[in-house]
């Protein structure tokens, strides 16, 4: 045994100084440049996937750049569309993709939802120029008295017979893949099977797991050929020939044993004569990663062996690729290198009770910086039923071709790691080739696309003249305000824009030489257009785990389902709260580097003037004979120096962008009812934002809050921004004890839990009267790492 294993360690040795041959250089980079640009993929986490009739579906979607394994870096749009069950497009939104998250809300009170199944798809962008298709499709249910969920219509099915690597070899020994599949894609039921060959001799037998797969392995003699019978519960049999086994070729193999991997490629001694010292090559890649070992058949053997140590694989999905000696590919195998997060701890526990409301803890034990979305159920409900969770969406489902039965299966702790894996190598055993296309004419470079966050306004004015210079657009709910230059002939462009959907945007001219204000008559467009898909061929889900009996009351459970259009803040005193319309507020109120602050009373005692309150936010105030000069403490570039114009914060009074900072010279905190501060604004601000944003919100009847909107400015309705932000606000039920709440009912929806530093965060539910709740949790650290829980809690 000491010897194999010291040929086996000089051999690879061997192979890693051959890889630097030029022609295998070439190999590599033409595989590295198909991937060289991002490769994001999307997850949405619903708060339910069954719902009562009238509900609001609420969403936080997580893009992952699969390049990178770290959240999507790029800010930008996110599209959802909904489908029916026949694929018809019922329903488009835009969101806003901010440090790798986005979050929006279905209103199912619309007139195109009824009951029935929905499917609803997330996509970036960017996505539409990837090689890889990695949106994301999931499927919710509205139910009624009347619904019954989807069932086959016929008991037809298909047996695949999958042997390892991608076909069988006389005169070796060879594993075979089993997989039984109904019209849905998924398996009908546990089965049995045995192999028998053309004498009707039994030579082996197998059973298969839930998913419907199993394995077995054959040594094929050439001319006699193999089938394997299929024995279901239910007495049903049904025979399945076997692949003709190749006379010649070269086949691999796999196993695992602790934390190693080990590749047999084999041939047969006829083949072995044909090939003499051809060279082979192994490649071992994931996603634009590659390693590629040169290798010759051992002189006096008819397999040449391969250990790996699983540091030094890539953790996640491995494509193992056989090349011949002109690089066409002859076999290939995917296995699984189990990503570690064993020292990402997340729990929850309940802090206390007061009233009506149960606070709930959340904490971590290390510096990791958590995102979260967490939806919080009845311990019994049966309206969660996702099939995936972030680990198969970003692990797994990228990798593999056509449908997985339920693939969250292979990543739940709760399960043992060793039957999950075995499970998991099966299904791997069954894919066949991986989603890349080894052929070199398929797979040019994919060129870079032009990142253009937000919305843009192209147009021309029709009443141009040259006295007139600039145009502005202004929009009051989100403080946007931006100027451009006009051409000669009238034309203007706005971009990178954030502007919300089905809010009032204001155009106005600006006279050159006298600075004033006139309305402008405009020919625009606003991009990109939503645009619905032609039809969706949508995948067929079985949704399990819900009731064909629905004959409780359903009608009129909800008493309240209207959501809020307000967000609710606290102010310095911990028992001081307020109802605020969202004027003030974008997307990251939950952020760590923005803050809302009330200024009341106490405040403006302890802070006499606007100035002393920016002062102890992040912002440095430099005051001179010629007035102030504000600069943010978080410079956006290394490059910026201090007193540099390049860290200027944006500064926005009642909406509108000003641009002397000295209107806050003598202003008093007492005339002002709000501020907004994000040290980082570039998230909703157009560009020139990233050294934040200073928002002042005044008080009714203050002195900068009295003059009249003139008749000067051109006033249009948005109707393709982003979704406006919604609170969450949990529906209002006739009784919280009724089985139709257990079942079907809410508590809470968390679309941004942010963790950072170990700190802990406590979060205020409803208390419904629950023995317990169960809550699903969904997200990832700003370091890439992954994290899927669902936790039970004894209230």
Known sequence: MQKITYFILCF???????????????FQNDYTNTFSKNQESVFIHLNKTALLPEEFLWISVYIYDLQTSLPASQNGNLELEVFDSKGNSVDLLTTFIWQGKSAGYLNLQKEQYSEGTYYLKAVTSYMSEQRRDLHDLVSFQIVSPTFQPETAKNPDFDIQLLPEGGHLLSGVTNRVGVKILNEQGFAPE?????????????????DSNKMGMASFSINPLPGMTYKVVINFRNGHQVTQDLPEAEVSGVILSTNSHKNEYFISIKTNPSHKEKIGNDQFHLAISQNAAIKTYSFQFPANDHAALFRFASDSIFPGINTLTIFDKNFNPISERLIYN??????????????????????????????????????ALPAGTKSYNPEDNILSQFLLKPYLQGKIENPSYYFDHSIDARK????????????????YDWDAGNNSPVSEPERNPGFHIKGQLTNYSDKFGQLFIRDDSSGLLELTELSENGNFEFTNLFLKDST???????????????????????????????????????????????SKPVEGFLTQTEVLDTVKISGRKASKEKELSDELVLLNTQSPLSKLIEVDDEEARTNPFVTDIIEQNHFRIKRGYNGIQIYSMTPNSFAAAPGS????????????????????????????????INRSGQAGYGQGAGNGVIKIKMKDGSEQNSSRARETIRKIIVTNG???????????????????????????????????NGEEVIHKIQNTAQDSCILFIEGFTMSGKLISRKVEIDL
């Open 420 to 435: 999950r894996y075995y499970d998991l190598d099966l299904l791997l055993l069954t894919q066949g080739w991986s989603t």
């Open 12 to 26: 690879i040795f061997t192979l890693q100084v051959s890889a630097q041959d030029s022609k295998i250089q070439k």
């Open 190 to 206: 546990a089965f049995s099977g045995i192999l028998i060959n053309d004498k009707e001799e039994e030579l082996k037998k197998f």
């Open 722 to 756: 982003f979704q406006a932000y919604k609170k969450f606000y949990a529906p209002k039920y006739k009784s919280y004890s009724a089985d139709l709440y257990k079942d079907f009912g809410v508590i809470d929806w968390i679309p941004d839990l942010i963790i950072q």
């Open 645 to 676: 114009v390049m860290l200027k914060p944006q500064i926005y009074i009642n909406g509108a962008r000003i641009f002397d900072e000295n209107m806050l010279t003598t202003m008093r905190s007492a005339d002002v009812a709000y501020i907004y």
């Open 504 to 550: 009032e945007l204001s155009f106005g001219l600006l006279n050159n030489r006298k600075g004033r204000v006139k309305k402008p008559a405009i020919n625009y467009s606003i991009t990109p257009k939503r645009s619905t898909t032609s039809k969706l061929q949508p995948e067929k889900f079985i949704f399990r785990n819900i009731p064909n009996d629905y």
């Open 338 to 375: 189990p990503v570690e997060n064993e020292n990402l701890k997340l729990s929850v526990s309940v802090k206390e009770k007061i009233g009506d409301s149960i606070n709930l803890k959340f904490s971590a034990n290390n510096s990791e910086t958590y995102r979260l979305s967490v939806s």
